[in-house]
C-alpha cells in the first residue's frame, strides 16, 4: 500500500498483466484470446493491456485516436467477453493530449472553421501565443525566446502542424507529437485556374512547387519571383492538393474537452476496462510562460478532476509519465495516491545482467518497499527501453543523483546499440538534439539474445514488488525486426519491438524451453500466495540477489547469481518448515528443472 496522506489513494489489483495490440498474436484480439485459453497458458495472466489499436485510430500505431469506438476488424464485444470469462481483467488507455486530425471534432472544425462549435477544442497555436511571442511575415507567431527555452520538445521544429481550411486560409495547430504530410501531385493545370495565369507561368509555378516540396520547405515563403503577385492564389490551390494526419493537441481549458473525457470513461467503463493509463497526461496543461511538460500546479489540477471523472464510473487511473529519476517526480505522483510506471526497472536489469552488479537495482527495491511505490513494472513494451529516466537532475539549484551514474547509462546504452538498438533522441526549439529518450529494442535483443539472462530477467520481474507486465514478443523471445524499422515510416524506430507473430510462431514457439521457462515462472507469481505477503531483501555479495516473499499461505525465494546468470527459486506453504526446490536455473547452458510438485512444463 502506497504511504501517501491522500484518502483517494487507488489499490491496484493483483497478477501478472499480459501487454499487446490487439493484432500482436494472429490477426484479431480474438486470436490472443485463444491462446489464453490454451493449457500452456492456464493460471498465467490475470489482466491484460490492450494497446489502442483497440480503438478508431490512424498513425502511430493507435496512439492518435479518431474516435473511441471498437475497432471492429481488430475487436469484437464477444473477445471482451471471452476475457471476463476467464477472469482476466483489462487495462485500456486515454489518450489525453491529443485526437487525430480525422476524429470528427477536428473535421467539424475544419468544415465549419470559426463556426464549429470545436472551435476551442484543440490548441490555435497563434491564439495561445499572440501576446507572448511575435509575428512573422508569414503570419505565423514565434514564442519570445524566455518561453521557447522552457519548451519540451518530441520533435524538431516547432510542434506545429499548419491546416488548411476549405477557403483557402491557413492556421497553425499545436501538434507536440507525430504528424505526416503528403501532397497529391502537382501539375501545372492545377493552376491555369487563377485569373491571369496562362500554361508555361502554370509551369514555372508547378516546378517551384515541386521543388520546394521536394526539399521540405516552408511553403509560405516560397519565390515565385516575378510571379510573387500569385503567391497567395497559388498557395490555396497548394492548399487544396495537401493530405496530412496529425495528433491535435487538445486545449483542456475548454469544458468541451472535460464532457470529452467523461463520456470516453464511462465507454471504457462499459467496455469493461478497470484501469485506465492516461496516456501523455503531462503535456496536457500548457501556460505561456511554463513548461509544456508536467507544469505546476495545473497538471495537478487536471489529475485531481480527471480522478473525480474515474471514480464515478469505478475506474483506476495511472498516469504515463517518463522523467528522470533525479527530478524526483515518481515520488510526487504516488505521493498524490496514483500507482506508477516503473519505467527504471529495465535499464537497471540490464545494467545488473551486464555488469553482474546488484547495488543499483537492489536501492530501487528498496526504495520502492520504504516509500510504499505502487507500481507497474515491465522489461519491454510498445515503445522503447527507457535510458532518460535513470539519470540524476538539477532541481532548484541542487543536483539530486540519478540510479545509474551518467557514465553507466552510457555504456549500457551503446551495449544496446551494439546489439542492434536503435536510439530515439530529444530535441530543443531550434530543432538540435538535446538529450536521448530511449533505445528501441527487443528485451531478448538488448540482452544480446542470451537465454540465460532472458529467463534470469524474468525471474526478477517475477519477484520485484508492483504489477508485472509482459510484453508478448519478450515472452516468445522476439529479436530486433530490422527490416519493420526501417519501412516503418514516421516513428519506424519503434517497429523493431512490434513484430506480429502468427498463429504458427506462436506453436512453435509454445515448444521452446525458454519460452516454457518464463511461462511457469509468470504462472508461479500470478497463482501464488505468496505475493501477497511481506518483501524482504536479504544480504547477499554484491553479484547476488537474495530476495523473499513471505505470507501466512506460502513463501517463495529467489537466489541469483547475477555474473553466472544461474538461480534458484524455492516455495513452500504455510505450514511447510522446509521449502522445496521448484525451479533450478543454471548459468552453464542445462537449463532449469522444475520440482515435481510444480506445475512446470519440464521436469
Not at 48 to 65: A, M
Not at 357 to 373: H, M, P, Q, S
Not at 493 to 498: A, D, G, L, Y
Amino acid at each position: 500500500m502506497s504511504k501517501h496522506p491522500d484518502n483517494d489513494a487507488q489499490t491496484l489489483p493483483q497478477g501478472v498483466m499480459l501487454n499487446a495490440y490487439p493484432d500482436s498474436i494472429g490477426k484479431r484480439l480474438a486470436d490472443t484470446v485463444e491462446l489464453l485459453k490454451r493449457p500452456e497458458l492456464k493460471d498465467a495472466f490475470s489482466l491484460f493491456y490492450i494497446l489502442p489499436t483497440f480503438f478508431n485510430s490512424d498513425l502511430d500505431r493507435g496512439f492518435s485516436i479518431i474516435d473511441y469506438d471498437i475497432n471492429d476488424e481488430l475487436v469484437a464485444p464477444e473477445d471482451l467477453e471471452a476475457l471476463n470469462t476467464l477472469n482476466i481483467g483489462f487495462k485500456l488507455d486515454l489518450v489525453l493530449n491529443h485526437l487525430s486530425v480525422r476524429s470528427p471534432q477536428f473535421q467539424d472544425l475544419l468544415l465549419r472553421g470559426d463556426d464549429s462549435p470545436y472551435k476551442d477544442f484543440f490548441l490555435d497555436w497563434n491564439a495561445f501565443w499572440l501576446e507572448h511571442g511575435t509575428m512573422d511575415p508569414n503570419g505565423n507567431v514565434i514564442p519570445d525566446e524566455k518561453h521557447l527555452q522552457k519548451l519540451f520538445m518530441r520533435k524538431p521544429d516547432l510542434p506545429i502542424l499548419k491546416v488548411c481550411f476549405p477557403d483557402g486560409s491557413r492556421r497553425l495547430y499545436w501538434n507536440t507529437f507525430y504528424q505526416e504530410v503528403t501532397f497529391v501531385e502537382i501539375a501545372p493545370h492545377d493552376f491555369v485556374g487563377i485569373e491571369g495565369i496562362h500554361l508555361d507561368q502554370a509551369k514555372t509555378i508547378a516546378s517551384a512547387v515541386k521543388e520546394a516540396i521536394h526539399a521540405q520547405a516552408d511553403l509560405e515563403e516560397l519565390d515565385l519571383v516575378e510571379l510573387s503577385h500569385y503567391k497567395e492564389e497559388v498557395l490555396k490551390v497548394v492548399c487544396r492538393k495537401r493530405e496530412y494526419l496529425g495528433q491535435m493537441d487538445l486545449n483542456a481549458r475548454s469544458e468541451l474537452v472535460w464532457a470529452f473525457y467523461d463520456d470516453t470513461l464511462k465507454k471504457l467503463r462499459d467496455y469493461g476496462a478497470k484501469i485506465i493509463r492516461l496516456d501523455a497526461f503531462a503535456y496536457l496543461h500548457k501556460e505561456p510562460g511554463e513548461a509544456n511538460f508536467f507544469n505546476r500546479p495545473g497538471t495537478w489540477n487536471y489529475l485531481e478532476r480527471l480522478r473525480r471523472l474515474a471514480q464515478k464510473y469505478d475506474l483506476i487511473i495511472f498516469p504515463e509519465v517518463h522523467a528522470e529519476y533525479g527530478s524526483g517526480l515518481h515520488e510526487e505522483v504516488s505521493a498524490k495516491g496514483y500507482p506508477i510506471y516503473d519505467f527504471f526497472f529495465p535499464g537497471l536489469v540490464i545494467d545488473a545482467l551486464d555488469r553482474g552488479a546488484n547495488e543499483a537495482l537492489l536501492r530501487w527495491i528498496d526504495e520502492i518497499k520504504t516509500k510504499g511505490l505502487q507500481t507497474i513494472n515491465m522489461l519491454g513494451c510498445h515503445d522503447g527501453i527507457p535510458v532518460l529516466d535513470l539519470r540524476g537532475k538539477q532541481v532548484d539549484g541542487t543536483y539530486s543523483p540519478g540510479l545509474l551514474e551518467d557514465q553507466q547509462i552510457e555504456a549500457a546504452m551503446e551495449r544496446i546499440i551494439s546489439r542492434g538498438g536503435r536510439v530515439k533522441n530529444l530535441f530543443g526549439h531550434d530543432g538540435k538534439q538535446i538529450s536521448y529518450y530511449q533505445v528501441n529494442a527487443t528485451f531478448f535483443s538488448a540482452l544480446g539474445e542470451n537465454e540465460h539472462k532472458m529467463r534470469l530477467a524474468r525471474a526478477i520481474q517475477m519477484f520485484m514488488p508492483g504489477i508485472p507486465q509482459v510484453w508478448y514478443l519478450d515472452l516468445f523471445t522476439g529479436k530486433n525486426d530490422y527490416e519493420a524499422a526501417d519501412n516503418g515510416g514516421i516513428a519506424g524506430h519503434k517497429e523493431i519491438n512490434r513484430t506480429t507473430l502468427s498463429l504458427e510462431d506462436i506453436d512453435a514457439r509454445l515448444q521452446l524451453p525458454i519460452v516454457q521457462d518464463q511461462i511457469e515462472l509468470i504462472r508461479l507469481r500470478n497463482r501464488s500466495p505468496a505475493f501477497k505477503g511481506e518483501l524482504t531483501i536479504l544480504d547477499s555479495e554484491p553479484h547476488m540477489l537474495h530476495i523473499t516473499w513471505r505470507h501466512p499461505k506460502a513463501t517463495a525465494t529467489l537466489k541469483a547469481n547475477l555474473r553466472r546468470h544461474s538461480f534458484s527459486i524455492a516455495e513452500s506453504d504455510g505450514g511447510s518448515e522446509e521449502a522445496r526446490v521448484t525451479i533450478e536455473a543454471p548459468g552453464n547452458g542445462s537449463g532449469p528443472t522444475y520440482d515435481s510438485a510444480s506445475n512446470g512444463a519440464r521436469a
